[in-house]
């Protein structure tokens, strides 16, 4: 019988953040971590070796309040250094960082806390007062650390709290005494997110420190984030959100430059810190490039020169927001696609450059659709389509199904938690987004399952839509919402955002969508409303504007006549 070679190389070494630590204190010279100031314009810069000496004492620290292997420690935190440091110092002792998302609902901060069982929670002064209204609800959580300037009496409002400064000062040891961190096994976890789920409580999507390493790594590609040690990355997605889409692990592996706002996230800090310490790399969801696209419009001069990359996603990237972005500052804004259980990058659209006879593809149409499509799977991502019959979907480009992946980052199931076991029962993970790919593998997102509009029987991408609204002068923002129907059962309710003294109106609007979608897919209703209501990870809440449209609270419906 033949027998399996065994293949001689170091097989065993371990994936796991130690490395990435390792590399901090080893081979960044000359990187840093800059973290912008409560004040907004001032910066706070450590480079990759002092910040690698802190989250020694963070490790020692953590000890020192009782942290096991295993353990969860919570964060609630904005972008900063001290959050940084957690990211390593946390899973390098082998317990598992737990990043609360300072935007859910209370109730929801509750259960994710008490379902994780935290023992210790980490968390911003600016953030305090909110989490302490939280505190009486906390089962298991012993300790609260506050991080930054807060002293005495306003950080006495959480029980047992210690501020971050102290802890670390007391942990600081004598130079020759190292710490020692433990062995850890790549399979172990090393941090967990929490995401909205399908139904009922939020889940727990437990990363382990094999598949954190090999995503970052993959951040790493030119196919993907593109991120490199030549690279400044302005880190602006949260660090409670998937880890930042891996953005701070990426710059720890390149030994690139890091820049965190904290918690300034609108345009005008955003702008300022772009134009002073000059990023070449910038990742958050499309809403947060609106908002710098149109302060820049009403701010000429504004220089954003130095961004050459962007990471985008979260929801749909509209495509004139990458063409004016690319033709107005040449900053090329790339999509990405992917959720909290596939940590979160599984697909990216940088489609080819160049023809096979050696010309430029940039300009083309062809370019541009693909440019504007979700992109191809990451190297070991495994994507198929699967029918309403359980079938698999040709990739066609045309007909539709629901994404299913499978990839070493991707969630095998939730934490503590079947109740929704089926969608991972095949070795695949339903994803519940509904998509076309075409022979390139580039996939296209038309809808969310449960955002799907049903018209007579038939589906209308309320994506599409929304895509060919937005690429109107006028819309700022769009999202499409089905409405009850009597004939058709479901037919499209536009709900838009124009621009300031805009002119369109719902007619224009019908007018621009005719001969961009089918004729059965025009809205007969729009609601013109001040702002689109968005989720805690900035995505338009589509869930809210449904029960504004039952309960009758919806403003500014026009009838299509
Ligand atoms: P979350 O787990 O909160 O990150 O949300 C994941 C969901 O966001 C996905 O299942 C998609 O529905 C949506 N999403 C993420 N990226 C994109 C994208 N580029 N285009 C359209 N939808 C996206």
């Given at each position: 019988m033949s027998q399996m070679l065994r293949g001689l190389m170091q097989d065993d070494f371990p994936l796991t953040l130690d490395h990435l630590r390792r590399r901090l204190g080893s081979c960044n010279e000359g990187a840093e971590v800059v973290t912008l100031n409560p004040d907004a314009t001032s910066v706070c810069r450590a480079s990759h070796a002092e910040v690698?000496?802190?989250?020694?004492?963070?490790?020692r620290a953590l000890g020192t309040l009782g942290i096991q292997q295993g353990d969860r420690v919570g964060t609630f935190a904005w972008n900063n250094q001290r959050h940084f440091e957690l990211y390593f110092a946390v899973p390098c002792i082998g317990a598992v960082l737990h990043t609360l998302n300072v935007r859910l609902f209370q109730e929801q901060l509750t259960y994710i806390v008490n379902h994780a069982e935290d023992r210790v929670i980490f968390?911003?002064?600016?953030?305090?007062?909110?989490?302490?209204?939280?505190?009486?609800?906390?089962?298991?959580v012993e300790r609260y650390v506050v991080m930054g300037e807060m002293q005495?009496?306003?950080?006495?409002?959480?029980?047992?709290?210690?501020?971050?400064?102290?802890?670390?000062?007391?942990?600081?040891?004598?130079?020759?005494?190292?710490?020692?961190?433990?062995?850890?096994?790549?399979?172990?976890?090393?941090?967990?997110?929490?995401?909205?789920?399908?139904?009922?409580?939020?889940?727990?999507?437990?990363?382990?420190?094999?598949s954190i390493s090999l995503h970052s790594t993959v951040t790493l590609s030119k196919d993907g984030t593109g991120l490199s040690r030549a690279d400044r990355i302005l880190a602006v997605v949260p660090m409670f959100h998937v880890n930042a889409w891996g953005l701070p692990y990426g710059a720890a592996l390149a030994g690139a430059d890091l820049i965190l706002p904290d918690r300034h996230l609108q345009p005008e800090p955003l702008a300022g810190l772009i134009e002073r310490e000059r990023p070449t790399l910038m990742g958050c969801v499309p809403t947060i490039f609106q908002?710098?696209?149109?302060?820049?419009?009403?701010?000429?001069?504004?220089?954003?020169?130095?961004?050459?990359?962007?990471?985008?996603?979260?929801?749909?990237?509209?495509?004139r927001l990458m063409k004016d972005f690319?033709?107005?500052?040449?900053?090329?804004?790339?999509?990405?696609?992917?959720?909290?259980?596939?940590?979160?990058?599984?697909?990216?659209?940088?489609?080819?450059?160049?023809?096979?006879?050696?010309?430029?593809r940039e300009h083309d149409d062809d370019y541009w659709d693909e440019r504007a499509t979700q992109g191809r799977p990451l190297p070991w991502v495994e994507l198929r389509l699967a029918g309403d019959d359980g079938g698999e979907v040709p990739w066609d480009g045309t007909a539709?199904?629901?994404?299913?992946?499978?990839?070493?980052?991707?969630?095998?199931?939730?934490?503590?938690?079947?109740?929704?076991?089926?969608?991972?029962?095949?070795?695949?993970?339903?994803?519940?987004?509904?998509?076309?790919?075409?022979?390139?593998?580039?996939v296209r997102i038309t809808d969310r399952s449960k955002d799907v509009i049903k018209s007579?029987?038939?589906?209308?991408?309320?994506?599409?839509?929304?895509?060919?609204?937005?690429?109107?002068?006028?819309?700022?923002?769009?999202?499409?919402?089905?409405?009850?129907?009597?004939?058709?059962?479901?037919?499209?309710?536009?709900?838009?955002?124009?621009?300031?003294?805009?002119?369109?109106?719902?007619?224009?609007?019908?007018?621009?969508?005719?001969?961009?979608?089918?004729?059965?897919?025009?809205?007969?209703?729009?609601?013109?409303?001040?702002?689109?209501?968005?989720?805690?990870?900035?995505?338009?809440?589509?869930?809210?504007?449904?029960?504004?449209?039952?309960?009758g609270k919806l403003e500014g419906r026009v009838p299509v006549s």
């Open positions: 690698s000496q802190r989250i020694d004492r963070l490790a968390v911003d002064d600016s953030l305090v007062p909110l989490l302490a209204k939280l505190a009486p609800t906390f089962n298991t005495g009496e306003e950080a006495d409002e959480l029980p047992n709290a210690l501020p971050y400064e102290q802890l670390l000062e007391r942990a600081q040891a004598n130079p020759d005494d190292a710490f020692e961190y433990p062995q850890l096994d790549e399979r172990q976890a090393a941090s967990l997110c929490y995401t909205s789920g399908t139904t009922g409580n939020p889940k727990g999507v437990l990363y382990s420190h094999r908002g710098l696209l149109s302060y820049a419009e009403a701010h000429p001069g504004l220089d954003l020169s130095s961004l050459t990359n962007a990471a985008c996603g979260g929801s749909a990237v509209p495509r690319e033709e107005r500052h040449d900053v090329r804004i790339f999509q990405a696609w992917g959720m909290t259980e596939t940590s979160p990058v599984a697909t990216y659209s940088r489609p080819r450059e160049r023809t096979p006879g050696g010309g430029t539709t199904g629901e994404i299913e992946v499978r990839g070493p980052w991707v969630a095998s199931r939730y934490f503590a938690d079947s109740s929704e076991d089926e969608k991972f029962a095949t070795g695949w993970l339903r994803t519940g987004d509904i998509a076309a790919v075409d022979e390139r593998g580039n007579g029987g038939e589906w209308i991408s309320s994506v599409e839509l929304e895509n060919e609204l937005m690429s109107h002068p006028d819309v700022v923002e769009a999202a499409v919402i089905a409405k009850p129907d009597e004939r058709w059962s479901e037919r499209p309710l536009c709900c838009v955002v124009l621009r300031e003294h805009a002119g369109a109106d719902a007619p224009a609007l019908v007018e621009h969508l005719r001969g961009r979608v089918a004729k059965w897919w025009l809205p007969d209703e729009f609601a013109f409303v001040s702002e689109i209501p968005k989720t805690s990870v900035g995505k338009f809440d589509k869930k809210l504007l449904r029960a504004r449209l039952a309960e």
